[in-house]
């Protein structure tokens, strides 16, 4: 089994007790005819951590890409079943999808700053959100944005300098404080340290850690270590023979990595198939 890191959680609600921010009942999400996710029902609570794992195919980025609305920019893509954010229904023909994407952001798995100075990436989102603030206090926004990134202190002497011109684990952490800078309310991550090294993989770790304080993350990783060491909850999707992912168990990662329920589990976790 994965080893799974006893973290204090100090006076934190029980996971049982914190709200809602997701609810997915029966989705499913299709690209034309196929289907790449089938009826999904599953929840997210605030401010944890919650991992997607499953063998590579079985929908799980389709399944965050759900999340935010972003399948809406692929033609053929369609869904069945409900998504409800805080009881509300995103996918209900009245929702503004840009205003979404704002309240629930998104890291890629490969670092993608703008070709802009590290200030400009940072201040993006807000001005084109329509920023009504004065110069102080755009400053201070991106400040505050770096800070929460953990990279103000590697950055705050050249930020007029590239974004495309950090290392890559600088990079990502920049595309985390561009997110966290519109103040979202969800950060979704899609295997945001797969181009990373090992070192820089453990700081986007730590950092994950320090925002679900303010944060709800949900985050898809192919790394069983990485699922464990950092996530609070775990839900593992596999394919079926219709080649549609499906939820097999969701539970706290301590559980899932030590005495997960069902056989499909324990088998992908101990490297037996997938």
Known sequence: MVQVATVDRGDELPSGEREVVFELQDLSCYYGAFRAVREVSLEIRQNE????????????????????RMNDLVDTARVDGKILYHGVDLYEPAIDPVEVRRRIGMVFQKPNPFPKSIYDN???????????????????????????????????DKLDTMGTALSGGQQQRLCIARAIAVEPDVILMDEPC???????????????RELKQNYTIVIVTH???????????TAFLTMGDDRAGYLVEMAATQDIFTRPTNRLTEDY?????G
């Open 223 to 233: 790394n069983m270590q990485q699922a464990a060491r950092a996530s609070d909850v």
């Open 49 to 68: 951590i919650t991992a997607l794992i499953g063998p590579s195919g079985c929908g799980k980025s389709t399944l965050l890409r759900s999340f935010n």
């Open 122 to 156: 940072v201040a993006f989102g807000p001005k084109v959100a329509g920023f009504r603030g004065n110069k102080a206090e755009l400053d201070d926004l991106v400040e505050r944005s770096l800070r929460k990134a953990a990279i103000w202190d590697e950055v705050k």
């Open 269 to 273: 976790i101990t490297g037996r198939f």
């Open 194 to 208: 797969s181009a990373l090294d090992p070192i820089a993989t453990l700081k986007i770790e730590e950092l994950m």
